[in-house]
């Protein structure tokens, strides 16, 4: 009697999604992604299609394409997304890129100061720097920053 052939469960389809969508991303085409993940073209496949490979294969996917560690076991695990090496989330259809925290508190600094000079004139800068500081505390507080610790 021949063996059944394994339905890939929902989240090793998705990992499947995440790891054609990065070599995508990278130009790569499967031969090329293959390689950069020194994997044969059979185990390559096998993980874009949802089909069960070895921790060590997960690994070296994650290293050829500049995931961190573990991201792979984590969406097998449940996650739903994927978390490259420079931060960026590689989510189904997308990616999100971690915000350049010192570039928004210029732009959130330069709005508050532009509303300040239109709505409160006889503010100084000192108080607008202060109103900037909370503004930046609040963002913190509901998580669009990282704690200033």
Known sequence: MAAAIETPTDQQTLLGVL????????GY???QGSKACDLSGQTYW???H???????TYAKV??????RAGSCRAVLEG???ITLDDGTELIAG???QRADEGEIADDIRTAVNSVARLTAPDLSH????EMTAKVMDVLRKRGFFPDAS
């Open 46 to 48: 096998n993980i874009e």
């Open 94 to 96: 997308g990616q999100i």
């Open 126 to 129: 000192r108080q607008t720097e």
């Open 50 to 56: 949802g089909r069960p490979v070895s921790a060590t």
């Open 79 to 81: 996650a739903d997304s």
């Open 19 to 26: 790891v054609r969508q990065r070599r995508v991303a990278l």
């Open 29 to 31: 085409t499967q031969a």
């Open 62 to 67: 994650e290293h050829g394409y500049g995931m």
